[in-house]
Structures are given as C-alpha cells and as structure tokens.
C-alpha cells in the first residue's frame, strides 16, 4: 500500500461511517492527540508494537482532519530523510505543540503537513517503515461496521 491508497482508504471508510458529517475537526485533533499520548506511553515502555500501531492511528486522524478542514493536501514527504536527526522525544513534543496551536484556533495550512512530516521522523528514528504502520492501521480499522466520531 502506497501513501495515497492509504488516505484514499481512510477517507472512503470515514466517509461510510459519517464521521466526516458527525465530528468535527477539534474531535479529529483530539483523537490525535490521544493516540498520541499512547504512541509517548510505548516510547517510554520501548513497545515496538504498541508504537507502530499508534503512528499510523495519528496518520489516520490528521487525514481525517485534514479532509474536514479542506487541507486535504497531505503527502508523504521526502524530506524526512534530509532533516536533521532529532531525539524522538523532541519530536513527539514538536507534533504535541503543532496539535495545541491546531486547537486553540490557528488554522495555517503546512500545519497538518509538518505534523504528518513529524510522525515519520518518529517512525523512521525508530527504524519502522511509515507505510507499514499506516498498513497496519488500515487493517485494524477496514473491517469496523459502527459509526464513529
């Protein structure tokens, strides 16, 4: 699965569900910032399951989010392998800080950008493919029936 089936999916399956006519953009941050607190929890507890599994459940929030607010523009960057190498902690804390500013209002476009650039650092300081915690989301989320908000 490449990156584009990967938000093709997402955005198929939350627009079955109502999740784009029943949330909202704040719900979809929260929920990234949830699943963020469980991709910290597994950083902390060195759980390579637990953090594959909450990287590409915040890839799937901020394609949710990205969809509502018409910043649906999201792509998979190359320049994650050119920056500058940072702890992983540095990085949760940069995306932590991006969601905050998203929530309190400010609305600047390369917002959801930088934070989906920021996940993939984590993946990739963490040595996993980006693609295969996205995968791997996907198939944890395809077959749910419910609506969810």
């Known amino acids: 699965m490449n990156w584009n089936e990967f938000k093709q999916n997402v955005e198929r399956w939350a627009e079955e569900r109502g999740i784009y006519e029943h949330s909202t ?3 979809q941050l929260l ?3 949830s699943e963020l607190g ?3 929890d597994a950083v902390v507890k060195n759980d390579r399951e637990a953090l594959k599994d909450a990287i ?3 890839a799937v929030c901020m394609v ?7 910043a649906d523009e999201l792509y998979l960057s190359g320049s994650v392998r050119r920056m500058e190498r940072r702890e992983t902690v540095e990085v949760v ?3 932590c800080i991006i969601l905050g ?3 309190s209002g400010e609305r600047h476009v390369y917002m959801p950008q930088l934070t989906q650039n920021y996940v993939c650092e984590v993946a990739r300081n963490e040595e996993l493919d980006f693609m295969r915690c996205c995968a791997q ?3 944890e989320i395809k077959d749910r029936k419910g609506k969810e908000q």
């Open 56 to 58: 590409g459940d915040v």
């Open 93 to 95: 804390g940069n995306i």
């Open 137 to 139: 989301a996907w198939n």
């Open 101 to 103: 500013h998203l929530l």
């Open 38 to 40: 469980e991709l910290a």
């Open 25 to 27: 953009p704040e719900a």
């Open 64 to 70: 949710n989010y990205a969809r509502m607010t018409g």
């Open 31 to 33: 929920k990234a910032l």
